[in-house]
């Protein structure tokens, strides 16, 4: 698959001087030799990154996911875990209004209504979004940077959403607007300084150059945070889900086949295909405030 392929400055201190960490999928993703920022560069341009997500994004087999809805179980178990760290943080004083960032086929919304909140999303993927609005609802199919509204929100969610961003800067002023004086901003992201991101190298799953055009750590969030006015009040490791038949098919697709063996055998002889786990995954929960 060809792709129009563009060079950009650093996001974070917009100098241009990087050197190459690795090469996948074509790409090369960088780190800046003046600030320590990772990302993608040369990636994917910017009037390319949109239409990636228009169609098919939850179906596809060259990037995204190959059958998102097939993993929901797994899916809403997240966002029950998730939702609830989030909980001691957010305001108490009048019902919850809540807005799902990529909001997928709705999920995360299911849980936050079944929690008596308010729930609205943004989603890209137009036939998603249609159902959705169909299914009763309230989901804008547009960009962050363009979705115009008076009203504001309590809670705002980006699950795995930040890395997709290519004007980082925008959306956390974006954000910010959106947000009331109490409300808070939780995110999940691929942390490059993770002990799985070092583990795995190379192979590390969250390296997905096509649509993860840049690596966040702790600190560079919390500089394009505090620079838009936000502060992180909140961070821990996070993980995701899974049950066996997860994990072996991950550990194929991402081609560990010496590791799937040994999963599948250990999975067999303690008798724990049916279990759930929540295996770290290198990412970083993160809640953020109004400065």
Request: charged share 25%; hydrophobic share 35%; net charge positive.
């Amino acid at each position: 698959m060809e792709y129009k392929t563009q060079h950009y400055a650093c996001p974070l201190c917009n100098k241009d001087v990087a050197k190459d960490i690795l090469q996948k999928q074509e790409f090369h993703i960088v780190r800046c030799s003046d600030c320590g920022f990772v990302y993608v560069n040369p990636r994917l341009a910017d009037d390319q990154l949109g239409p990636i997500y228009r169609h098919n994004y939850f179906h596809n087999k060259d990037y995204g996911y190959a059958d998102y809805e097939q993993e929901k179980r797994l899916r809403v178990k997240n966002f029950e875990r998730w939702l609830m760290q989030a909980a001691p943080f957010i305001s108490r004083t009048h019902p919850v209004k809540a807005l799902d960032v990529g909001c997928a086929a709705g999920y995360c919304m299911d849980v936050m209504k079944q929690k008596g909140w308010d729930a609205e999303g943004l989603e890209l993927d137009e036939e998603l979004s249609r159902e959705l609005n169909n299914g009763g609802y309230k989901v804008w199919n547009r960009k962050l940077e363009d979705f115009a509204t008076d009203t504001r929100y309590d809670l705002i969610t980006l699950f795995d959403v930040i890395e997709h961003i290519p004007n980082v800067d925008a959306a956390f002023t974006q954000l910010n607007h959106l947000l009331t004086d109490d409300g808070i901003l939780v995110m999940i992201t691929p942390n490059h300084a993770s002990f799985q991101r070092k583990l795995f190298g190379k192979n590390w799953f969250q390296y997905k150059p096509i649509e993860h055009i840049q690596y966040f750590t702790l600190k560079t969030l919390s500089v394009f945070a505090e620079r838009n006015g936000l502060r992180i009040v909140h961070h821990e490791k996070a993980g995701q889900h899974a049950d066996a038949a997860f994990i072996i098919n991950r550990l194929s697709y991402y081609n560990f086949p010496f590791l799937r063996k040994i999963c599948n055998g250990l999975f067999s002889l303690f008798g724990l295909k049916n279990k759930c786990f929540y295996p770290g995954t290198g990412s970083l929960f993160v809640v953020l405030k109004k400065a």
